[in-house]
Every structure is written in structure tokens, then in C-alpha cells.
């Protein structure tokens, strides 16, 4: 289970989603509905956006979830463990609590992939931050995302 916001998804997505499907035989990719976090992009559109970053790696599906525990979810899809990227020190100061949680909720394990370092620095809300203001994200994000994020703030209703 490959859990996130995806908003949007990143070339650092894309590698650890990559490397869970050459690890495990099935990965869910688990997209969070988050209503009262807003997001740039809705759930359908990060999901259409997935599809084209993973259209090649066929042991990899996608779903929404909302309202419910990540715990839950695994359960229900018959998750063998929770896979996440880990680009430093910040990351495993979020990810580590919510990795015991979910331990002593469900006995669900997570396991950590190290980050590409040379994807160290992006996120997805840093890479709207860069977008929104003209800056150059090529290389950093699928090129759908590119193209999604170029038109979202050409428009006047992302301004
Ligand atoms: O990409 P994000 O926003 O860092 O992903 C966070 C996510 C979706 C993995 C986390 O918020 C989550 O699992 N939410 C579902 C609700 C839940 O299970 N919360 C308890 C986590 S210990």
C-alpha cells in the first residue's frame, strides 16, 4: 500500500510507487480524500494524473479513500505493509508516529524506501509553490503534471 495526497504526484512518487512494485507482486496506490484540507488538484484529476505517471507499471492500481482509517484500507485489500520514501530526517520525524500507530492499531508494518537523492528536494507542495510562480519543474514531475500545472496557473481562476 503506496498511501499520499498525491497533490499532484512527483518524480519522487513515481520512483518509490516503482520500486514498491518491483519489491511486492500487487501495489495500491491509496489516493487521500482530504475535504477539509482542500488541495489543488481534486481527487479525480490527481487519480487521472497517476494513471498516465503509472500506466506502465501494470501491477499497480490506484483508489481513492476518504472518511476511514489508512488501517482499514490495507486490511481490506489484504495489505502486507505500508511502503513510503524517506527523503531525510524531516520525513522520518512525520512518518515515524504514524508508522506505530498504524503497528498498534492493525500490526500492519511499514517499510521505509531511502528517497533518490536527487529528488531530495521536491514535494509536491514545493513544486506548486515553483509552478505558481513561473519556475522550472521539468524533470521533477511527470510531464502530464507539467502540463496540468502550466495550465492551472495560465488560467485567471488559478491566479
Ligand atoms: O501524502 P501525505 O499527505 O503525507 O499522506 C498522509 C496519509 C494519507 C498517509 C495519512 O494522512 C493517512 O494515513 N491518513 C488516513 C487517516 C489515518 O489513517 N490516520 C491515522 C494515521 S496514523
Redesign the pocket.
Known amino acids: 500500500m503506496c ?4 497533490d499532484p504526484v512527483t518524480m519522487g512518487h513515481v520512483d518509490v510507487i516503482s520500486r514498491a512494485a518491483a519489491l511486492y507482486d500487487e501495489v495500491v496506490v491509496a489516493v ?1 480524500h482530504n475535504p477539509a484540507k482542500g488541495g489543488a488538484f481534486s481527487v479525480e484529476e490527481r487519480i487521472k494524473l497517476l494513471h498516465a505517471a503509472l500506466a506502465d507499471l501494470l501491477n499497480v492500481r490506484i483508489e481513492a479513500f476518504a472518511g ?4 482499514d484500507v490495507c486490511r481490506e485489500a489484504g495489505a502486507q505493509a505500508i511502503v513510503k520514501g524517506l527523503r531525510g530526517d524531516t520525513d522520518f520525524a512525520y512518518e515515524l508516529p ?1 508508522a506505530q ?2 503497528r498498534h492499531l492493525s500490526g500492519v508494518e511499514t517499510v521505509f524506501l531511502p528517497g533518490d537523492p536527487q529528488l531530495g528536494h521536491v514535494s509536491s507542495s514545493l513544486i506548486k509553490e515553483v509552478a505558481a510562480f513561473g519556475g522550472d519543474i521539468t524533470g521533477l514531475v511527470p510531464e502530464e503534471v507539467r502540463a496540468a500545472l502550466l495550465l492551472r496557473f495560465q488560467s485567471p481562476e488559478g491566479s
Open positions: 498511501p499520499g495526497s498525491y487521500l476511514r482509517l489508512l488501517v504514524m500507530m498504524n
